[in-house]
Each structure stands twice: as structure tokens, then as C-alpha cells.
């Protein structure tokens, strides 16, 4: 099973990008996805999450300008990036976990919780 995740690219600040993420390989059903980010030099951090109840969390630097859902399927994930600032700039990768139903907050569920990840998509916002 595979994570693919695509839409990433070049924004002005100001500007709105929507990232995607596909499960690929089997049909698998989501105890909890996850976009996450990493910009150079920095630690690899936490960006949204949604359970299998479809509840979604955000970090604080992102409440408001994004918003994480998934597709009917429960195995498809999508992140609408609004109001780009600079600071947005990083890899995002798409990362998800299964098995039974977990309550998996941005702010308590870091990057070893979840098993399986995409490659990444390269997100750069210009000022």
C-alpha cells in the first residue's frame, strides 16, 4: 500500500494551492490521516489530521487559512491551502495509520504514530 501524494508547486504569498493524496496498491481503510510538513532544517511537524469520523484538527499556524478532507472512500486526502504566507514553504507529505478507531489530535499524534507515507510534494510560497 502506497500513499501518492500530488498538487504541490509555486505560490505567491496570498494565494491558495490544493494538495492531494491517493492510497494506491490496495483498498485500505484509514484509522487516521495526516498531512504533515518539513522545511529545511527544521523538525518534521504536524499540519491537520482527520479520524474516521471525518473530525479534523489543525496546528495553529494553519487554523483558518487550511482545510484537510477526505474522500468518500475514507483512503483519499486532500488539503486546501489558502492565504499562503512564506513561512508555508516545505515539503508536505501525506501520512496515514490503520487499525481501530484512534482520536489522533495534530497537537498529540506525531510522525511515529503513522506507518505508511508519501514522498512528498515540494510547496513554495514567494513573498
Known amino acids: 500500500v502506497q500513499l501518492v501524494e500530488s498538487g504541490g508547486g509555486s505560490a505567491q504569498a496570498g494565494e491558495s494551492l490544493t494538495l492531494s493524496c491517493t492510497t494506491s496498491g490496495d483498498t485500505a481503510i484509514w484509522a487516521c490521516m495526516a498531512w504533515f510538513r518539513q522545511a529545511p532544517g527544521k523538525e518534521r511537524e504536524g499540519v491537520a489530521t482527520i479520524d474516521t469520523y471525518g473530525i479534523p484538527t489543525y496546528a495553529d499556524s494553519v487554523k483558518g487559512r487550511f482545510t484537510i478532507s477526505q474522500g468518500n472512500a475514507k483512503n483519499a486526502l486532500s488539503l486546501q491551502m489558502n492565504s499562503l504566507k512564506p513561512e508555508d514553504t516545505a515539503v508536505y507529505y501525506c501520512?496515514?495509520?490503520?487499525?481501530?478507531?484512534?482520536?489522533?489530535?495534530?497537537?498529540?499524534?506525531?510522525?511515529?504514530?503513522?506507518?505508511?507515507w508519501g514522498q512528498g510534494t515540494q510547496v513554495t510560497v514567494s513573498s
Open positions: 501520512a496515514a495509520t490503520g487499525g481501530p478507531y484512534v482520536r489522533c489530535a495534530v497537537d498529540s499524534y506525531g510522525p511515529s504514530r503513522f506507518g505508511t
